[in-house]
């Protein structure tokens, strides 16, 4: 079964950026996958940032932007801030109805 | 304002059957007009996000390779519920189950979620 890939953890700076990727164990993420991104605090249910590649989900602010960065997804936080440290998922379309989380990846903001 | 709500035993047995409903609120899960499906996620503790399964506002199910053989996802109209049945549970099973709704046009994005239950397997 595909795994879909995601660093385990990341850290950046306040104001910086940082780019987050969603891959695939085998082949490339394409927009056919409408990779969609969610960030989960502790405690808390995950909520939505970006679906459909690139789309921002209600409210969520434009420091937050989706795309596709060679063969993989791709989540980029601009000017960080100390709230945006999380855990952020991604989840693919496999086809068939199925769909596949990446194992999530822990931001730091420090 | 839509809402979700999961409820069942917070404790299984090994072997037995997990049996969760979520409670929606403010719109009808029935509702042909806007083609939702509404799904299961599960989350261990300490790790990372599972989809379990999915169902359609017309009964069609969609389930993840993973639980395929034990699980079975039903929607109860009358009551505007749907429910998840998990077969056989072990100790792996032990979890925070969440409800959420997704899109039949953009099927990753889960735009209402509940607030998630803990259920333990456990003798």
């Known amino acids: 079964q595909t795994v879909v890939t995601q660093e385990p953890s990341f850290s950046v700076s306040p104001g910086g950026t940082v780019t987050l990727t969603c891959g695939l164990s085998?082949?490339?993420?394409?927009?056919?996958?409408?990779p969609s991104w969610y960030h989960q605090t502790p405690g808390q249910a995950p909520r939505s940032l970006i679906y459909?590649?690139?789309t921002r989900s209600s409210g969520v602010p434009d420091r937050f932007s989706g795309s596709i960065l060679g063969n993989k997804a791709a989540l980029t936080i601009t000017g960080a801030q100390a709230d945006d440290e999380s855990d952020y998922y991604c989840?693919?379309?496999?086809?068939?109805?199925?769909?596949?989380f990446g194992g999530g990846t822990r931001l730091t903001v420090l | 304002q839509l809402q979700l709500q999961e409820s069942g035993p917070g404790l299984v047995k090994p072997s037995e059957t997990l049996s969760l409903t979520c409670t929606v609120s403010?719109?009808?899960?029935?509702?042909?007009?806007?083609?939702?499906?509404w799904g299961w996620i599960r989350q261990p503790p300490g790790k990372g996000l599972e989809w379990i399964g999915s169902?359609?506002?017309?009964?069609?199910?969609f389930y993840s390779p993973s639980v395929k053989s034990r699980v079975t996802i039903s929607l109860d109209t009358s009551k505007n519920q749907f429910s998840l049945k998990l077969g056989s549970v072990t100790a792996a099973d032990t979890a925070v189950y969440y409800c959420?709704?997704?899109?039949?046009?953009?099927?990753?994005?889960?735009?209402?979620w509940g607030p998630g239950t803990l259920v333990t397997v456990s003798s």
């Open positions: 085998s082949g490339s993420v394409s927009t056919s996958h409408y």
């Open positions: 989840v693919l379309y496999m086809g068939s109805g199925i769909l596949v």
């Open positions: 959420a709704r997704h899109e039949y046009k953009n099927y990753a994005f889960f735009d209402y």
């Open positions: 459909n590649t690139d």
């Open positions: 403010g719109a009808s899960i029935s509702d042909s007009r806007t083609s939702y499906y």
């Open positions: 169902i359609y506002y017309s009964g069609s199910t």
